[in-house]
């Protein structure tokens, strides 16, 4: 409970921890070394122990400076260093508790929050400083002889370990936090990328939908528009004839009202399918044809033979490409004749609509509804392109070329 409080704090205040793990240091280290030179005093009657003013000194400098061990790592940590290496030469007194920690929290400091390029120069540097001074210590200890080479070497690598260790684990610390901070930053990006598609599919579904809606709704409304007119027309001179465009609008709403009801019974679904079945395909473009004659409209469709079945939604979206170009003709072209092709070409597969009305243009102005934009999508949903404007020598052509080997499942 007492730990995990403190490394809560440690998080929450980091510099108040700092300062505090600076203050014991401090505080133990001057302690320690008025020990260590009463001791030396006691069996060393040579010696003159320092005073206060030196320990103090000698005590504060390597202490201290670990208040900004965090803010300022690279330059608390050569100070800690040269303040121990200082008042070991000055003081003749070797306190190997306090101040040694702080070389070790001011190296592993260094390790862990230092950043720039001559991070590791600082860092051996500091150490380097340090293991000077052992060297110094170890030469002096021997300056009679007496200390074999073999202890001496021992004493000198062991402390080489000892001062590596909080620069290796600095170091483990930091790579740690980094890949912390790279997943942590993946996993945002992640989140931000599943929003996003989230988003593209519900948006891709709302074209869809829309799609549907125009061509089901823009087909069978203008095909009613035309047979009210012809109806008015000759209801007088002809009631006969006006019985038989009423029965086509009759149909075309029948027919309107059940392809709208199967969009809006696929929207209350709860169930995962994909499919608005039952989907109209190549077998339906007759009966579609029939519907346009039905409004007054020729329609000559060329004789195809296929080479191999084409996919479902590529036959889907045909129908849909016949549809809406044919019921641009009945809008907006005033022609009475169009001609239907569909032509397996080169690997391709092209559908071509044509008329030779005078207003077909109309079909492609920019605020001229979303016809000619549902086409291209359908195209490019199969990795083909459409291609719609005025016929050389008059009249209106849509003419989409989609590659079959490239074709959606």
């Known amino acids: 409970m007492v730990a995990a409080r403190l490394v809560r704090a440690g998080r929450e205040r980091p510099t108040l921890v700092d300062a505090a793990v600076a203050a014991l240091l401090a505080v133990s280290a001057v302690a320690l070394l008025r020990l260590v030179a009463n001791d030396i005093a006691r069996f060393d009657p040579t010696f003159d122990p320092p005073g206060w003013p030196a320990l103090l ?13 965090r803010r300022r790592p690279l330059l608390v940590a050569p ?6 290496v200082a008042g070991r030469i000055v003081i003749d007194v070797a306190e190997g508790a306090a101040t040694v920690l702080a070389v070790y929290l001011a190296i592993y400091s260094a390790a862990l929050h230092g950043r720039g390029r001559w991070r590791t120069v600082v860092i051996a540097g500091s150490v380097a400083i340090v293991v000077a001074e052992i060297v110094r210590e170890i030469w002096f200890i021997d300056a009679a002889g007496e200390v074999p080479t073999w ?11 000892i001062l590596a260790l909080p620069w290796w684990l600095g170091e483990a610390m930091r790579l740690r936090a980094e890949r912390e901070q790279q997943l942590l930053s993946r996993t945002i990006e992640l989140a931000r990328e599943r929003e996003e598609n989230a988003r593209r599919a519900v948006f891709e579904e709302r074209v869809r939908i829309a799609r549907e809606l125009h061509d089901v709704v823009a087909h069978h409304v203008s095909t009613m528009g035309v047979q009210a007119g012809a109806a008015r027309r000759v209801m007088e001179r002809d009631p006969a004839a006006a019985r038989s465009a009423l029965h086509t609008i009759e149909e075309s709403s029948r027919h309107a009202v059940g392809e709208m009801h199967q969009l809006l019974g696929f929207l209350r679904s709860d169930g995962q399918s994909d499919a608005l079945a039952p989907q109209p395909g190549l077998r339906d473009l007759d009966e579609l044809v029939e519907q346009f004659r ?22 889907l979206s045909i129908y849909r490409i016949v549809q809406e170009a044919l019921t641009n003709v009945l809008r907006h072209s005033g022609a009475a004749a169009a001609e239907v092709r569909l032509v397996e070409q080169d690997g391709s597969l092209i559908v071509e609509v044509r008329d030779r009305g005078a207003g077909a243009a109309s079909a492609i102005r920019p605020d001229g509804g979303h016809g000619i934009t549902g086409m291209r999508e359908r195209a490019a949903l199969h990795g083909g392109v459409l291609h719609a ?21």
């Open 57 to 69: 000194i000698a005590g504060l400098t390597p202490t201290v400076p670990l208040a900004w061990r």
């Open 389 to 409: 404007a005025p016929a050389t020598g008059g009249g209106f052509v849509v003419e989409a070329r989609v590659p079959l080997e490239r074709r959606s499942a």
């Open 79 to 84: 100070v800690v260093c040269v303040a121990l």
């Open 151 to 161: 202890i001496m070497v021992f004493t000198l690598i062991y402390n080489l370990v």
């Open 294 to 315: 039905a409004a007054g409209l020729r329609v000559e469709v060329a004789p195809c033979t296929l080479e191999q079945p084409l996919p479902a939604t590529l036959q």
